[in-house]
């Protein structure tokens, strides 16, 4: 649904788009057409650039935020979670976990329980990592924090099976050669100049 949403905007572009090039009509407007509908516009107006940040107050916040969490855990567990959740600032997992781990290192336990979380499940692009969640929610467990006690078995149960999985794949890797010269037998043989079926 999403990719014939974009086609019918392109195409309603192509077909406007002929139009404005072979016209005669030296104007100072451009029509164009997209998915909220079409609209005339400035020939010299620019396309919206999401990664050109045109709000000077946020950017002063977070460079204020960024500056507090030298002194206070606190403050970077807070970037983290903006950065988390898309609040006031574009949604980005690798900074994300990054601010996270900054605070958790720093003693933080809500941002070693979050961590704890994130790793078990995944988040985003990122896959789980049963054995980084299992360190952070143990961390967070000896704290006292109640949420992190019920998840630290899942975390080691996942990473008893990710550790057998691992080990079974690596047997197979390096075991495994033989098996595709031995099992699978080719079809057709090179004999005398001519190949022959088997």
């Known amino acids: 649904m999403i990719f014939r949403r974009h086609f019918t905007t392109l195409s309603a572009v192509f077909v406007i788009a002929p139009k404005i090039a072979f016209s005669q009509n030296s104007s100072d407007t451009v029509r164009i057409c997209d998915d909220k509908g079409c609209s ?4 010299d107006s620019a396309i919206f650039d999401p990664t050109i940040n045109d709000n000077p107050e946020e950017t002063r916040r977070l460079n204020g935020l960024v500056n507090i969490v030298k002194k206070d855990s606190r403050a970077a567990f807070d970037l983290g979670m903006r950065y988390l959740r898309g609040d006031g600032v574009r949604m980005d997992g ?9 605070a958790g290192e720093k003693g933080d336990l809500r941002a070693q329980a979050a961590l704890g979380h994130i790793y078990l499940t995944g988040f985003q692009e990122m896959g789980s990592d049963p054995a980084e969640a299992e360190h952070w929610l143990s961390i967070a467990a000896e704290r006292g924090d109640k949420a992190s006690s019920k998840l630290l078995p899942d975390a ?7 550790q057998s999985r691992y080990r079974w794949r690596e047997y197979y890797r390096k075991n495994g050669v033989s098996w595709w010269y031995t099992v699978y037998p080719y079809y057709w043989v090179w004999n005398d100049g001519i190949w022959l079926l088997h």
């Open 94 to 102: 690798h900074q994300a976990l990054q601010w996270l781990r900054e």
């Open 40 to 43: 005339d516009r400035p020939r």
């Open 156 to 162: 080691r149960e996942a990473k008893k099976n990710e």
